[in-house]
């Protein structure tokens, strides 16, 4: 996706077009996954998508060790900084496991 798109996407979902969330979440995976390139943590915003990220010790099959998953506006929300991981597995509001799986330093992307 061309960033120029995704930033569109991203701007219409948060004036409040709704259509624009699948594509707001993957360009922000995309953009997760290009800033930090690895294979050590898949993030997963069912049912829009998933992304391996992060350097570190690679996985060759299966589930990955480091996995995180959220719905799709908690991902929007702390992709562009407008709540901090802590708030989102406070509330339960995100499934992370593994030794690597807390990304907060990597973000917001936006």
Known sequence: MKPEDGLRALSDYRAGDQDQLAT???FLL???GSRYPGNSVEVRVPPFG???CIEGPRHTRGTPPNVVELAPADWV???VGEIHWDALSAAGRISASG???DISKHLPLV
Do not use: G, K
């Open 50 to 52: 998933a992304v391996q």
């Open 30 to 32: 995309e953009e997760l």
């Open 99 to 101: 030794t690597r799986a």
């Open 77 to 79: 929300a702390l992709a």
């Open 24 to 26: 707001a979440v993957r």
